[in-house]
Nanobody, 125 residues
């Protein structure tokens, strides 16, 4: 059983920053890659960023590259998504997700087995 607990989110103005956090807990010795996806109202779910278990590899959607940073704490079980220079189109429900493929750093949602409940990010213009 792998559990994902998300925190952060809220209402900000365009240009502001926000940090989302994701803590994944599971069987002792488990290792997993973590990613963030988002779904805006009326739109398809889209990939945002991913990071491997080691934290050495990351991958970003072009739409957030240079503004968002995904990082894993030294404890490894918590991942943060720092979102800077937020745009109104960044408003969405953000989901943290994890896969037991600890070296996977791609953007395919089907590769991720475990999903968090989601947290709302609202960006006012």
């Amino acid at each position: 059983q792998v559990n994902i607990v998300q925190s952060g989110g809220g209402l900000v103005q365009a240009g502001d920053s926000l940090r989302l956090s994701c803590t994944t807990s599971g069987p002792t010795g488990g290792a997993w890659s973590t990613a963030w996806f988002r779904r805006a109202l009326g739109k398809e779910r889209e990939f945002v960023a991913a990071i491997t278990w080691s934290g050495q590899s990351t991958h970003y959607a072009n739409s957030v590259k240079g503004r968002f940073t995904i990082a894993r704490e030294n404890t490894k079980i918590t991942v943060h998504l720092q979102m800077d220079s937020l745009k109104p189109e960044g408003a969405a429900v953000y989901h943290c997700t994890a896969t037991g493929q600890e070296a996977y750093c791609g953007a395919q949602a089907r590769e991720f087995e475990y999903w968090g409940e989601g947290t709302q990010v609202t960006v006012s213009s």
